[in-house]
């Protein structure tokens, strides 16, 4: 028994169907071609597109100037898009109510997290859009970015006044605290009769 070799045993019938994939279908022959169709010209008019595709010349690449253009382009998508973002989250914080929960918190929390990790992250925003031709232009609008940023930031600090949790007035949360009584009174001298 330890001499004798032993073959694998053949694989199985659906591993030989995938190692050799089907050969394609033949169009049945009961079906007529639609008027005007034939096969040659179908054939005749895939060959010159071909023809035709290998025959144009390839595009021409963008010029610097076309090129600076387009990053340019890019860079105000960029700009602009904090502020396509600013009416869905003051939807956002007016549907949320002024109370405590812990979806107005999360929310109230992304809100300013997002514009202030994207004013950290100013730099990196737009160094793929620098070149020496568009340095100039993209000052602008990086400050567009940085202002639809900070109109973010904003809109968060409503919605924390809203909720009263900002101290600019004597709000429910100070309700604890005494009044203050001042440390020096005036007295009026006349009319008391000493």
Same mark, same amino acid.
């Given at each position: 028994?330890?001499?004798?070799?032993?073959?694998?045993?053949?694989?199985?019938?659906?591993?030989?169907?995938?190692?050799?994939?089907?050969?394609?279908?033949?169009?049945?022959?009961?079906?007529?071609?639609?008027?005007?169709?034939?096969?040659?010209?179908?054939?005749?008019?895939?060959?010159?597109?071909?023809?035709?595709?290998?025959?144009?010349?390839?595009?021409?690449?963008?010029?610097?100037?076309?090129?600076?253009?387009?990053?340019?382009?890019?860079?105000?998508?960029?700009?602009? &898009?904090?502020?396509?973002?600013?009416?869905?989250? &003051?939807?956002?914080?007016?549907?949320?109510?002024?109370?405590?929960?812990?979806?107005?918190?999360?929310?109230?929390?992304?809100?300013?997290?997002?514009?202030?990790?994207?004013?950290?992250?100013?730099?990196?925003?737009?160094?793929?859009?620098?070149?020496?031709?568009?340095?100039?232009?993209?000052?602008?609008?990086?400050?567009?970015?940085?202002?639809?940023?900070?109109?973010?930031?904003?809109?968060?600090?409503?919605?924390?006044?809203?909720?009263?949790?900002?101290?600019?007035?004597?709000?429910?949360?100070?309700?604890?605290?005494?009044?203050?009584?001042?440390?020096?009174?005036?007295?009026?001298?006349?009319?008391?009769?000493?």
């Amino acid at each position: 028994m330890a001499g004798a070799s032993h073959s694998p045993p053949p694989p199985p019938q659906w591993v030989l169907d995938l190692d050799s994939p089907p050969a394609p279908k033949q169009k049945a022959g009961s079906t007529p071609d639609p008027p005007g169709f034939s096969t040659a010209s179908s054939t005749k008019r895939g060959s010159s597109k071909q023809q035709s595709s290998k025959d144009q010349p390839a595009r021409k690449p963008p010029t610097p100037e076309e090129m600076d253009t387009l990053k340019v382009k890019k860079a105000w998508e960029v700009a602009i &898009a904090p502020a396509k973002q600013l009416p869905m989250n &003051a939807i956002g914080m007016y549907m949320t109510g002024n109370s405590l929960q812990i979806f107005s918190i999360m929310m109230v929390f992304m809100l300013f997290k997002t514009p202030i990790t994207a004013l950290m992250g100013l730099p990196n925003a737009f160094q793929r859009f620098e070149s020496p031709g568009t340095k100039d232009k993209l000052l602008l609008v990086k400050l567009v970015y940085v202002l639809t940023n900070l109109l973010a930031v904003g809109l968060g600090l409503w919605k924390v006044g809203q909720m009263g949790l900002l101290p600019t007035t004597r709000s429910d949360w100070l309700a604890w605290e005494a009044a203050r009584e001042p440390l020096e009174r005036a007295y009026p001298i006349f009319g008391t009769g000493k």
